[in-house]
């Protein structure tokens, strides 16, 4: 079965075609960096109109590079939600129509069950049960995963979000949009040892998380530091560093005390935010202390893309589940609403 995958959730149009015998055969990432650099911040018209723009044009190239006709597909996946409720509807629409054009099956899938399911795209893949880190710009949660479609919520950001918590600490620090990466990059020129900020919520019970508290403590400490440096470009770098290894403990131990609550010792980490390069390093050194196992998707994978539509996609509709022609995208959409796919384990 060979599903087309749509992404449109935000600002990066993602396409791909997932086969159940051969894998992923390709996958297109089209960025809006450009378009909402200028204005520091996603703007959710503009990011609207570039998906009309740029939907169609991306399905063409994908099926080109994996050799397929339009008659090719046998089911169409789109994301559905979360997301920018505009963003969803142009790729809700052209999947929908494409697939009822076609004769085929559609379906709606939930964002953050497709970056949860992505590491699966990877050898080895993860079995099932496992916890699962979804750490992302507008999501931090801790996720206990019995089956595709068995969730049951952990824990979760009761504010900022991990990488929203990036992106405005990036702004105040005089980066670039967009900040996440930017203040990683900035963090590596940095001094650990210089500064230590607080790990929010580590010091009690409970798997839940807030980063709002870190993005002020960061701030005063900028203007604090500063008023008295002489080397301003040095102390932003030490305050990015000590902003970042703030972050990347405080996910280190939440999820370490999840697996150690768990029968299972499989770890997931998956989101924007799971491209981190000292996040990924932290993670498998504390799951080999821990007796554990962590799976990552690709870095090309840990942000928005259509591979991991696709893929969920193809797990739901080879299982009969479809959607009628009339759909609702949802700007919010709890992933314990979701139908579990029993039958379903892996790629095979």
């Not at 990015?240 to 499989?266: G, M, N, P, Y």
């Not at 959607?323 to 949802?330: C, D, G, H, M």
């Amino acid at each position: 079965m060979r599903v087309l995958g749509i992404e449109t959730s935000c600002d990066e149009t993602g396409i791909a075609v997932f086969e159940g015998e051969r894998g992923l055969l390709a996958h297109a990432v089209y960025s809006q960096v450009e378009i909402h650099g200028e204005y520091g911040g996603v703007v959710p018209e503009l990011a609207s109109r570039d998906h009309v723009r740029k939907t169609l044009p991306l399905i063409r190239q994908v099926l080109e590079e994996a050799g397929l006709s339009k008659d090719c597909i046998d089911g169409v996946a789109f994301t559905a939600g979360p997301g920018l409720i505009g963003a969803l509807l142009v790729g809700a629409a052209v999947g929908r129509s494409l697939a009822w054009s076609l004769g085929v099956p559609a379906i709606g899938v939930h964002h953050m069950e497709g970056h949860l399911l992505a590491s699966m795209l990877e050898e080895p893949a993860p079995a099932f049960p496992f916890i699962a880190l979804l750490v992302s710009g507008g999501h931090t949660q801790l996720v206990e995963v019995e089956g595709i479609g068995c969730y049951r919520l952990l824990g979760q950001s009761l504010d900022d979000a991990a990488g929203e918590a990036f992106d405005k600490t990036a702004k105040i620090l005089g980066l670039p949009y967009p900040g996440g990466p930017a203040l990683a990059k900035l963090a590596e020129e940095g001094d650990p040892k210089r500064y230590r900020f607080p790990r929010p919520m580590t010091e009690r019970p409970g798997l839940d998380f807030s980063f709002s508290g870190l993005k002020t403590f960061t701030l005063n400490a900028l203007e604090r530091e500063m008023a008295k440096t002489n080397d301003p470009d040095r102390t932003r770098a030490d305050i990015a560093r000590a902003f970042e290894e703030a972050v990347i403990d405080t996910l280190v131990i939440k999820s370490r005390r999840a697996l150690c609550q768990s029968a299972s010792r499989r770890l997931v980490v998956a989101g924007g935010v799971s491209a981190n390069r000292r996040l990924r390093a932290r993670m498998e050194q504390m799951a080999a202390n821990e007796g554990g196992e962590v799976f990552f998707p690709r870095p090309a994978l840990c942000t928005d893309n259509g591979a991991m539509i696709a893929f969920a996609g193809w797990q739901r509709l080879r299982a009969g589940q479809a959607e009628p022609l009339a759909f609702e995208p949802r700007a919010r959409w709890l992933m314990e609403e979701l139908p579990p796919v029993r039958a379903c384990r892996g790629r095979r």
